[in-house]
């Protein structure tokens, strides 16, 4: 695949770790890659930062409430919010701006700048792109129910990705409705509309709406 598909499906260069992430021009890769990534950021990181933990470390003046549980490494970046409850485990990176709330757990994942997580969320071995966004109780899974490796539907050829573990890699300003499930290696162009309740496997172009798998229209800018 001669594209950079990775750079393609996120649509921005929002975040502290892009450089790294598009250098892995297939998504499983940059997800695969991800403690890697996290090493070059932190390597990277100026005064702007304070080490709190363990290689957690967090832009300065930012709170992090005694209710939020870290284990493992993160970098949390200037204006992000983490909220009552929030977990975040395995290797994680929080954008600018970026949001994650309430009975949220988020693992082996990076969140561009303005992603917004925000209420009893799961994000699992994914990367959300600039301003996506998760619908209260939407949930990514990362693992298939047969612990089978993932594979990935594109023009409808299956690829096996390798990994045990991959959630999603959600573009630009995706809307996910509120209780749908992303299952294992699936990918959102930027500006997609995911509806509520949705159960999505394989592939989401960018401006379309996700009514069901045998509905997805293009959006309508009247």
């Known amino acids: 695949m001669s594209i ?49 933990g363990e290689g957690v470390y967090v832009f300065r003046g930012i709170t992090i409430p005694n209710s939020v549980k870290i284990e493992g490494r993160a970098v949390i970046c200037e204006g992000a919010e ?7 485990r395995g290797e994680v ?13 988020i693992k082996h994942s990076i969140l561009y700048d303005r992603a917004c997580v925000p209420h009893f969320n799961y994000v699992g071995n994914s990367i959300l792109s600039e301003g996506a966004h998760l619908g209260a109780g939407a ?13 990935v539907s594109i023009n409808g050829e299956k690829i096996d990705t390798g990994l045990r573990k991959m959630g999603a890699v ?21 500006n997609a509309i ?5 159960c999505v496997r394989g592939t989401v172009m960018g401006n ?15």
Do not use: M
């Open 4 to 52: 950079n598909l990775t750079e393609r499906i996120l649509g921005s260069d929002a975040s502290i770790a892009h450089s790294e992430i598009i250098k892995h021009r297939l998504p499983w890769q940059a997800i695969e890659k991800i403690p890697d990534i996290i090493s070059s950021v932190i390597n990277d990181l100026g005064d702007d930062f304070e080490k709190i």
């Open 82 to 88: 983490l909220r009552h409850g929030a977990y975040l």
């Open 93 to 105: 990176i929080i954008g600018r701006g970026a949001v994650v709330g309430n009975s949220c757990e």
């Open 139 to 151: 949930v990514i899974s990362n693992l298939k129910i047969n612990k089978s490796s993932v594979k």
């Open 170 to 190: 959600v573009g630009g300003h995706a809307e996910v409705g509120c209780g749908s499930v992303l299952n294992p290696g699936t990918l959102i162009f930027p």
């Open 194 to 198: 995911i509806y509520p309740l949705s």
């Open 208 to 222: 379309s709406i996700y009514k069901s798998s045998t509905e997805i229209v293009e959006k309508s800018f009247n």
